[in-house]
C-alpha cells in the first residue's frame, strides 16, 4: 500500500512538474522564429522596399512594402508560426498577380525584427503595421485588407477587432490556442495551463467588414472544423472557401480555386460593399 502511495505521489510530482514546464515556456510551443532571411522579392522578380517600424513598446519591427501600380488595394499580411517573411515569397507573388500592393511584417523575434515573440507583442506589431499604412502611406482604412495565415490570421481577428479595414482574410486559422491545444493533447489540462489565448473566435464576432474564411478539409495542424466554427461565429457579410491539401501548402496545391476564390470574394465587396452569400 506504502509502495503503491509512494508511486501515485512521484507520478503526481512528475505530471505537475510538466505542467509547470509546459506553462513557463510556453512560448516555446508557439512561436518558431526563422532569423535568418533565404531570399527577397527581387527573387520573384518583384520592387520592395524594406521599412522598419517602432511598436508602442519601442520595439523595432522589419517588414516588406511590395507597391503594385495599378494596386486595388494593399494587403496587410500576418503569416504563421514559423520562420519569417522571407518564407512567404510564393504567396506575395500571388497577391501580386492578383493586383494588390503587400505589406509583410516580421513580428518581434522573427527575421530582422527586434525583441522575442509574445501574444501581446504580436497585436502592437500589428497595430504598428496598420499605423504605418495609415499615417504613413496616408492609406484610408477602406483601401487595406487584413490578410492573417494560421497563426497570423489570429493576429488579423485581434486587429480587426479593433480598426475597420475593407475587409479581412483568415486562411488556415484556429478558434483560439486552447481549442487547438485540445485537439493535439487532448490528455492534458490545456485551459488550465494556457497563458497564450488568442481567442479568434470572440474577435470576429466584432467584425465591421466582410469576411473570407479559407480551410482545408485535409489540414493536419489546424482542423477543418475549427475554420468551419471560425467562419460560424463571423457576422455577415462573409464567404467561406473550401481548398484541398495541407495546413503549410493548401494555397498552392488548390492554386486555381484559391486565387479564383478570392479575386470573387474581392469583387463581391469591391462592387457591392455588402456579401450576402455564404459560400463560394
Known sequence: MRMLSSLVLVVSALFLGLMLLLFVFQEKMVFFPGKRLSDTPEAAGLHY?????????????????????????????????AGNLSHRLESISIFHDIGLAVFIIDYRGYGRSEGRPTERGTYRDAMAA?????????LRPDEIIVFGRSLGGAVAAALAAKVTPAAVILESTFTSIKDLGKHHYPYLPV?????????????????????LVIHSNQDEVVPARLGQRLFDSAPEPKMFLPVSGD???????SRDVYVKGIQRFLQTYDEDKVVHKEAL
Open 130 to 138: 496598420w499605423n504605418y499604412l495609415v499615417s504613413e502611406r496616408r
Open 247 to 253: 495546413h503549410n501548402n493548401g494555397f498552392l496545391l
Open 49 to 81: 522596399e524594406d521599412v522598419y517600424l517602432v511598436t508602442d513598446d519601442d520595439i523595432k519591427i522589419h517588414g516588406w512594402y511590395v507597391p503594385h501600380p495599378d494596386a486595388q488595394a494593399t494587403l496587410l499580411f500576418f503569416h504563421g508560426n
Open 191 to 211: 485551459s488550465w495551463i494556457s497563458r497564450i489565448h488568442y481567442p479568434v473566435d470572440k474577435y470576429i464576432t466584432s467584425f465591421k467588414c466582410p469576411v
